[in-house]
């Protein structure tokens, strides 16, 4: 299956935790990796560090590159631009899915926070607009939906490697299992 790269555009350094969220997102829900552009924000930085540390991953994580060169540079690799945003092509009631699946190429997912730059919905930046829903929500939810569709509910069960920690599922209670490295 081809690799998924979100670009968190937008991040305001008073809201530090829904950008967190949208990064934790993106590793738990298979993503490879994410870059949050055009700023830096260290606290961000440490602790998606730890969770990768801690619950595994491979999952990198890249701040500070401004999103024009982050385009660009995944285009040239050859990877297609997804832009989620309410106003797009709904991914229940239309193909989009398909046929972003159907190029078999990387897909760097864009979302957003406050407006974004109409540029976003131009050919020079996403090669779809996808909307989850034609109602506006949130940029967690929407990467949350988006991802699931794309793998198909099987990055839900993905073994994460290097793990330190593992949550064991149970019915009550809560148990998390020590990894001995051997
Ligand atoms: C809180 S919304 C703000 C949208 C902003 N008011 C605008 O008009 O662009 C932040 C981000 O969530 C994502 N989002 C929100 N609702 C969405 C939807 N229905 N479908 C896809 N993405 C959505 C988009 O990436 C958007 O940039």
């Known amino acids: 299956m081809a690799e998924v790269v979100v670009l968190r555009w937008g991040h305001r350094l008073r809201d530090e935790r829904l950008t967190t969220h949208v990064i934790l997102t993106a590793r738990a829900l ?19 560090e ?13 701040m500070g590159v401004p999103w024009r060169t982050a385009v660009k540079e995944w285009r040239e690799k050859g990877g297609i631009i997804v832009h ?23 897909v760097m997912v864009i979302v957003g926070s406050q407006k974004v730059p109409s540029e976003f919905y131009s050919e020079d930046v996403s090669d779809f607009n996808v909307a989850i ?5 949130s940029e967690c939810s ?3 939906i988006f991802l699931d ?3 198909e509910g099987k990055e839900l069960s993905k073994e994460f490697k290097g793990a330190k920690l593992k949550i064991i599922p149970m019915k009550r209670g809560k148990k998390i299992e020590r990894i001995i490295d051997s």
Request: charged share 30%; glycine share 10%; aromatic share 10%.
């Open 133 to 137: 829903g034609n109602e506006p929500h």
């Open 50 to 62: 730890k969770v990768v540390e801690r619950f595994g991953g491979p999952f990198f994580f890249k």
């Open 149 to 151: 569709r794309y793998f």
């Open 30 to 48: 298979g993503a490879s990796g994410a870059i949050l552009s055009d700023v830096e924000d260290k606290d961000i930085k440490n602790t998606i």
């Open 142 to 144: 929407a990467l949350a």
């Open 84 to 106: 989620l945003t309410a106003y797009g092509e709904n991914i229940e009631t239309s193909d989009v899915m398909k046929r972003i699946k159907s190029s078999g190429k990387d």
